[in-house]
């Protein structure tokens, strides 16, 4: 690890790093040790954990709140309007990502220059699944991590929330750094995290579809977060079960999936061929729902067409 931050560096609070937990004991020490080699202040947003995991963040000198956990979207926006008006620099993760070296020693500079020229920094992410490292089968590689305050906020989504700016000059800068994805979850854990994960992005797929400036662009021609939303976009054009498929071979095949090993089948497999698939499932169901219940409905009734009897007299 790093040598700690330097007494000059304590005395300015120029950034807060901020954590969303719900039971994580088994990896927030490693978390929070990379980020306090960025910024002694962490404040962790904690879902009313049960394993000693608000216990464990105080004990490493972060400043714990407690919230209940209703999306991240809404939880991610709160804790921003938490930290916004007392430090000028957000950096936000998850329990389980790590920073690297570099990355740390790349946020330290960023934030010792006032942000180098840019208002908010994306970052790489390394995914783990059984235990190992993913070189070449992980998804959404880039995220927007570090951002000037009242210069970022989490998208209004139910799932696959992304950070974007706000009235942001320019564009975000890069880091070569990582922060390591390092996933504790048990295969049935992560089965049924996102078995809800897959209800949701059902509900938000067989909806309108957000728009406007809380969202994400899909641009073809964007960032890489952009443009990785523009495919999905053309993802969901392709028939129902035949793009989960598709999928399959794409991130198995296509992006190397096949040189992880047993883990890159697997999470393949279960990214693609499951959930996937459940997703489609799922919407097919609601559509079928719809459906059903369009065509329980009764016709409406024509007006009786009003006659005039002759007159007899006539």
Known sequence: MNEPASPSTLATPRCVVVLLT????????ETVGAALQVSPHVLAVDSH????TAELLRELGCTVLQRPFSNYSEQRNWAIAQVQADYPWQLHLDADEVLDDQAVQELRAILADDGAGHDAYMLRRRDYFMGRMLRFSGVNPWHLRLFRSGR????????????ITVGATGPSGKLRGFMHDKNALTLTDWIGRHNRWSDAEAREKSGPQPAGDDVLQPRLLGDARERTRFIKQLYYRLPIGMRAI?????????????????????FAFFQALWFRMLVDAKIYEMQAAESATTSEKPAPTAPCATTTRPNASS
């Open 246 to 266: 598709s999928y399959f071979f794409y991130r198995y095949l296509l992006r190397g999936g096949f040189l992880d090993g047993k883990p890159g089948f697997y």
């Open 22 to 29: 719900f039971n994580s004991v088994g990896i927030v020490r």
């Open 152 to 163: 970022g906020r989490c998208e209004a989504r139910l799932y696959d929330q992304h950070f």
């Open 49 to 52: 954990s049960t394993d000693g």
